[in-house]
């Protein structure tokens, strides 16, 4: 099958141009510039193009033709609190389809005192045959020890080259400072990558437990309880443990100016510190919590913050001390699963949905909003994930060869998002009734239009694993 995108704007993080795209089975064959008043492959209507021989034409006139977005941070189906993340990787993975997202890379957890091999074999079981789009694993460790470290190195060679650590969440997934030390050694040998979600758990416990005696038991005390230095002081050792081990290191879901400025500082000596943020710490804010029970629909962690850390964080991404925006997307109903915690916030499940929303509402803040430029924009939520996390220049990029991963997007079409009509399978939106310049017209995955008028046409468990390529850019950059 050929695909012949005509009349668009191409826009990739390196500029954009007038430009039509020929895609030939799942890959990209040619870009052809439409010089003014001239003509590109659309307008060879003739012999050429008959040569060529488009078995379909897309008219992207007035809209922009973007690489497919890519989601480096979801839960689909984790286990957290007591329940399950609500949406499954076929509810999930179509849910990112439908806002522009046509790879993920989710997070598959090793069960305590089992392998990693085991955990990766259960999650590479639930995306198989049930994904839409292609996929890829981080690899959650629970336990650091002579076992798992030299297992990484295998599980680096399957292509999952990176793995997450903790210092948050005591009692569920913590490592101590010598185990982090340990596993960012192994990854100095393997060639991966440690993602670390620093906050200091142990601290933060011991607030949360005061405010739970103290009768303080409102989803916003897990905001209060979280503190902004706690999240602060946990970078900042994370990443002294990174250069100790002479790795790069990257910091998941940062929230706050606290975390950032050990980002910064340390960027500015030159070491290699990477960094994301995701959509609720640039759009919602400690307030959301603030509205009795309902803020258990926003309990997150790290949490909500003031929202003096948000302009810091769009700051961040302009100045690139933050590379790129995932979602950390772990969706939980309000009715029963975040119930889980009305009189206790501490039992909440943690996790917001997001998949479905971070590509328009990145455009809509940053680029309607007059942040970032549009090749920013399509850098943050495309192709510094692929290049960060060992997919490009397959994805990440239009580029001749590139996987034909496609959006055309609309910049200019205004839409409400609403837990009526979004696609993620959770009860409920965190930003119901917001509406948002920027949609996703047609999405393209490897060649196959997938969406297209509002309504998903692929089918189902189309998705492929993506073995990701070891984590060299980080080394080098
Ligand atoms: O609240 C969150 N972030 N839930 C998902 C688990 C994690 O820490 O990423
Ligand atoms: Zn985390
Ligand atoms: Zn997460």
């Given at each position: 099958m050929r695909m012949l995108i005509k009349n668009g704007t191409v826009v990739t993080s390196e500029g954009r141009q007038s430009a039509d795209v020929l895609v030939d089975g799942r890959t990209v064959a040619a870009i052809v510039a439409r010089p003014v008043g001239g003509s590109g492959l659309a307008d060879r209507t003739g012999a050429a193009l008959l040569e060529l021989g488009a078995d379909e034409t897309i008219d992207a006139a007035g809209r922009w033709v973007i690489p497919g977005a890519i989601d480096t941070h979801t839960h689909m189906e984790l286990p957290f609190g007591g329940t399950f993340a609500k949406d499954t990787f076929e509810t999930g993975s179509r849910a990112a389809a439908f806002g522009g997202t046509t790879t993920i890379v989710d997070f598959a957890v090793q069960a305590k005192g089992r392998s990693l091999q085991e955990g990766l074999d259960t999650w590479m079981a639930k995306a198989d045959g049930n994904a839409v789009i292609d996929y890829g694993f981080h690899m959650i460790m629970s336990d650091v020890n002579d076992e798992s470290l030299a297992e990484m190195d295998r599980i680096v060679d399957q292509g999952v080259p990176s793995f997450k650590l903790f210092t948050a969440y005591p009692g569920v997934f913590l490592s101590s400072d010598g185990e982090i030390l340990r596993a960012m050694q192994q990854t100095a040998g393997n060639g991966g990558l440690i993602l670390m979600h620093a906050e200091n758990g142990p601290a933060i416990d011991v607030i949360a437990n005061e405010n739970a005696a103290a009768g303080n038991t409102d989803?916003?005390?897990?905001?209060?309880?979280?503190?902004?230095?706690?999240?602060?002081?946990?970078?900042?050792?994370?990443?002294?443990?990174?250069?100790?081990?002479?790795?790069?290191?990257?910091?998941?879901?940062?929230?706050?100016?606290?975390?950032?400025?050990?980002?910064?500082?340390?960027?500015?000596?030159?070491?290699?510190?990477?960094?994301?943020?995701?959509?609720?710490?640039?759009?919602?804010?400690?307030?959301?919590?603030?509205?009795?029970?309902?803020?258990?629909?926003?309990?997150?962690?790290?949490?909500?913050?003031?929202?003096?850390?948000?302009?810091?964080?769009?700051?961040?991404?302009?100045?690139?001390?933050?590379?790129?925006?995932?979602?950390?997307?772990?969706?939980?109903?309000?009715?029963?699963?975040?119930?889980?915690?009305?009189?206790?916030?501490?039992?909440?499940?943690?996790?917001?949905?997001?998949?479905?929303?971070?590509?328009?509402?990145?455009?809509?803040?940053?680029?309607?909003?007059?942040?970032?430029?549009?090749?920013?924009?399509?850098?943050?939520?495309?192709?510094?994930?692929?290049?960060?996390?060992?997919?490009?220049?397959?994805?990440?990029?239009?580029?001749?060869?590139?996987?034909?991963?496609?959006?055309?997007?609309?910049?200019?079409?205004?839409?409400?998002?609403?837990?009526?009509?979004?696609?993620?399978?959770?009860?409920?939106?965190?930003?119901?009734?917001?509406?948002?310049?920027?949609?996703?017209?047609?999405?393209?995955?490897?060649?196959?239009?997938?969406?297209?008028?509002?309504?998903?046409?692929?089918?189902?468990?189309?998705?492929?694993?993506?073995?990701?390529?070891?984590?060299?850019?980080?080394?080098?950059?």
């Open positions: 989803p916003i005390y897990h905001g209060l309880s979280r503190y902004p230095g706690f999240e602060g002081e946990a970078t900042n050792r994370v990443i002294r443990l990174a250069a100790a081990a002479g790795v790069p290191v990257y910091i998941v879901h940062l929230s706050s100016r606290d975390a950032l400025d050990a980002v910064r500082s340390a960027r500015g000596r030159g070491e290699k510190v990477f960094a994301e943020t995701c959509p609720q710490y640039l759009f919602l804010s400690l307030d959301d919590l603030g509205n009795g029970f309902e803020g258990a629909k926003f309990v997150c962690s790290p949490p909500l913050r003031t929202k003096d850390h948000q302009e810091e964080l769009w700051t961040g991404l302009v100045k690139d001390d933050l590379q790129l925006v995932a979602t950390d997307h772990c969706p939980f109903d309000f009715a029963g699963q975040k119930e889980l915690g009305r009189g206790d916030f501490r039992k909440i499940p943690n996790g917001l949905p997001a998949v479905e929303d971070r590509v328009d509402l990145l455009h809509d803040g940053g680029v309607a909003g007059g942040r970032i430029t549009p090749e920013r924009w399509v850098e943050i939520i495309s192709t510094a994930p692929a290049r960060i996390h060992g997919l490009y220049p397959r994805k990440g990029t239009i580029a001749v060869g590139s996987d034909a991963d496609i959006v055309v997007y609309d910049p200019e079409r205004e839409h409400t998002i609403s837990a009526k009509t979004h696609h993620m399978d959770v009860d409920y939106s965190c930003y119901e009734g917001r509406v948002v310049k920027g949609a996703s017209d047609f999405v393209i995955s490897r060649g196959e239009v997938i969406v297209k008028d509002g309504a998903f046409i692929g089918p189902k468990g189309r998705g492929e694993f993506v073995k990701r390529d070891r984590a060299d850019w980080v080394r080098r950059n």
